[in-house]
């Protein structure tokens, strides 16, 4: 629709009168938008930012955390989320139309990505009861029942949550903890506080930072055991290069993730302890290692039932 007003727009063939009102359909669009969402909740956003994250690295701020940080939170997230301090954005935004991204889940599987788009909603409700039986298991029986139950329920049950706890993680530890009454209200009717919801994308994008940079220096440390154990040394030369690369990316902002001398030696003897851990392959810990050589050599099952 909105192609077609601008289209209308555009086109000078058509009656002045015709283009004008297309004008004002697309500004009543955007400013909407604006207003009830913010930048991020405008149309063709989620294209923009799609397209930008394309040229950035996984170990830099994404496209989105580029503009709100530049904007910042207000503009970013609407004036409604400002004025009443619930995140009312994500449920009203008009971004994301041709393509969206599953912002809860960066780094899906082919399989899971295909259930993603094509799975619709009885994927979402499949994947819920799927992780609630999990936490069932797992002796949760709160965040069980959340997820299994339907979103109108789930939504009052977390509100119940929050005012007996505050907005905690599976380990206790809070994320936040002074939620006022009308946040819970809000929280009853499917909108989380502002607070919350900003800590948690925060969170999100930190953790992305953190992965990359954690794979991509164990990677190269990695390699160049890998190398040196081989005999390659054409090849570890090749690493201590990208190693110097890493490190002149890493220095301004992360100078404790540098790769120095010391922790290439202190890799290289790590490996060497795992490597005389292995048995058949798989590494066994020293705490386990003589009872299950026991075991294998042994024709009993192992049970720890007297």
């Known amino acids: 629709t909105m192609l077609k007003s601008a289209k209308t727009m555009l086109n000078r063939e058509n009656d002045p009168e015709v283009r004008k009102a297309a004008f004002k359909q697309l500004v009543a669009v955007h400013g909407s938008a604006l207003f009830f969402a913010g930048v991020q909740g405008l149309p063709l956003f989620g294209a923009f930012t ?113 005012t007996e706890e505050g907005a905690l993680t599976r380990r206790k530890d809070p994320i936040l903890d002074d939620i006022t009454g009308g946040q819970l209200v809000s929280q009853v009717i499917g909108f989380a506080p502002a607070e919350y919801a900003r800590r948690q994308e ?65 890799s290289m003897r790590s490996h060497m302890r795992t490597s005389a851990t292995m048995h058949n392959g798989i590494a066994i810990s020293p705490m386990f290692r003589k009872s299950l050589q026991e075991h294998l050599d042994d024709s009993s099952p192992i049970t720890l039932d007297d």
């Open 202 to 266: 925060e969170n999100q994008g930190v953790k992305r930072i953190e992965n990359t940079l954690r794979t991509n220096r164990g990677k190269l440390l990695k390699q160049y055991y890998l190398a040196m154990r081989m005999g390659d040394y054409e090849e570890a030369r090749d690493v201590k290069q990208d190693i110097l690369d890493f490190n002149k990316r890493v220095s301004r902002k992360f100078p404790k993730a540098i790769i120095t001398s010391d922790s290439v030696a202190r």
């Open 50 to 162: 799609m397209i930008a994250n394309l040229f950035l690295d996984e170990d830099e701020d994404d496209a989105e955390t580029i503009v709100r940080k530049h904007i910042g939170e207000g503009w970013y997230k609407g004036a409604l989320t400002e004025l009443l301090d619930i995140d009312v954005s994500q449920r009203v935004a008009l971004t994301n139309l041709l393509f969206q991204v599953n912002r809860y889940n960066r780094d899906a599987s082919p399989e899971e990505t295909i259930g993603y788009y094509l799975g619709g909603p009885a994927w979402s409700v499949g994947k819920s009861f799927i992780r609630g039986t999990g936490e069932l298991i797992n002796g949760d029986m709160q965040r069980g029942i959340e997820a299994m139950v339907p979103g109108a329920v789930r939504n009052g049950l977390k509100a119940i949550r929050y």
